[in-house]
């Protein structure tokens, strides 16, 4: 998230606010994709794709990014390694925020899919 997190809860309470986040995004992108989808002929599976890739990229970089640069940078020095953690809010919750935010998104796109399509009309 390019925001500032500083208002998020820490733990659990702060992964739920994200996938929160995450699932609006979903749903508002899903949205957005289908009407341009039925316009341009796409079908069910390329606006899905795009719509959760979408989120996850809007919502959930940052986490990602630090979830990926704390496993695997090579932080020479302890005081690099305190800077790098003073600028993330909760570091103890990234992976945390990083899956609510994975299930969010999915969730939100499924909720729309689910609304907007005709598939469960027809039968």
């Not at 790098?84 to 299930?103: F, N, Q, S, W, Y």
Request: charged share 15%.
């Amino acid at each position: 998230m390019n925001y500032d997190q500083s208002w998020m809860g820490y733990g659990w309470i702060g992964g739920l606010e994200a996938g929160a986040i995450s699932l609006g995004a979903g749903l508002v992108l899903y949205l957005a994709f289908h009407a341009f989808g039925r316009r341009n002929g796409w079908n069910d599976a390329r606006q899905i794709a795009w719509s959760y890739f979408l989120a996850l990229v809007l919502t959930g970089r940052v986490d990602f990014w630090n979830l990926f640069y704390f496993n695997y940078a090579r932080l020479q020095s302890l005081q690099l390694l305190q800077a790098k953690l003073a600028e993330v809010h909760d570091p103890d919750g990234i992976g945390t925020r990083a899956m609510c935010e994975l299930l969010g998104a999915a969730v939100g796109v499924f909720v729309a899919w689910l609304l907007c399509g005709r598939h469960w009309r027809q039968g």
